[in-house]
């Protein structure tokens, strides 16, 4: 039972890609919304294309280093490996009394 569990957590649509998208989608809809409840946001279509580029290709960029990393410890530790690495001999340095 546990490797279904695995390849539905591994899916293509897991919920923290979903709630990364939905904060896409919520981040470009907000200027929309604005437009209507105040005259001082005022977008054309190319500030919401742009907006869309840097917002999604930056989510993009995101996913294919998930991706490519074989592995979800980007979003599982913040990006670090830190818990991996040995320790470090700076701190084993300094316990000498000189």
Do not use: C, K
């Not at 929309?32 to 190319?46: A, R, Y």
């Not at 917002?55 to 592995?71: P, V």
């Amino acid at each position: 039972m546990t490797g279904t569990t695995e390849r539905a957590a591994a899916g293509l649509w897991s919920a923290w890609r979903i709630a990364r998208w939905a904060a896409v989608l919520v981040l470009l809809l907000l200027p929309l919304v604005m437009m209507q409840v105040s005259d001082e946001w005022n977008w054309g279509i190319l500030d919401f294309l742009f907006a869309g580029t840097m917002i999604g290709g930056t989510t993009l960029l995101y996913e294919l280093a998930e991706r490519t990393s074989g592995s979800r410890a980007l979003s599982r530790r913040g990006g670090t490996r830190a818990r991996h690495l040995p320790a470090n001999r700076v701190d084993h340095d300094r316990s000498r009394q000189w």
